[in-house]
């Protein structure tokens, strides 16, 4: 069993960064492939981005790609997120996910590909 605990949502201007991390715990996750999606009030959760266990390979949705970024510390059994250039559209609660194994150079972009998901954290842009 693998737990998630997301980190580092909160309020920012529209244009801002914010950087969101997911520590597991309960087994490593370096033979994971990780993923961050997302929820906004009313809207069904959607893919952001995904990240094979090698870290070599990366997958975003069109919305965010050139201003999010995902990478893993494996030493720190950690996933971040990094948002620049945040937009009122990205208001949504941020949940971290994570495969139970795959090959290293595989990532996933469905949610039901997913065994293990964090309670999520939540990023509010103003406008």
């Known amino acids: 069993q693998v737990q998630l605990v997301e980190s580092g949502g909160g309020l920012v201007q529209a244009g801002g960064s914010l950087r969101l991390s997911c520590a597991a715990s309960?087994?490593?996750?370096?033979?994971?492939?990780m993923a961050w999606f997302r929820q906004a009030l009313g809207k069904e959760r959607e893919f952001v981005a995904a990240?094979?266990?090698?870290?070599?390979?990366?997958r975003y949705a069109d919305s965010v790609k050139g201003r999010f970024t995902i990478s893993r510390d494996s030493a720190k059994n950690t996933v971040y997120l990094q948002m620049n250039s945040l937009k009122p559209e990205d208001t949504a609660v941020y949940y971290c996910?994570?495969?139970?194994?795959?090959?290293?150079?595989?990532?996933?972009?469905?949610?039901?590909?997913?065994?293990?998901w964090g309670q999520g954290t939540q990023v509010t842009v103003s406008s």
């Open positions: 996910a994570a495969k139970d194994w795959a090959m290293q150079w595989i990532v996933f972009s469905t949610a039901r590909d997913y065994d293990y």
């Open positions: 309960g087994r490593t996750i370096s033979t994971s492939p």
């Open positions: 990240v094979s266990w090698s870290g070599s390979i990366t």
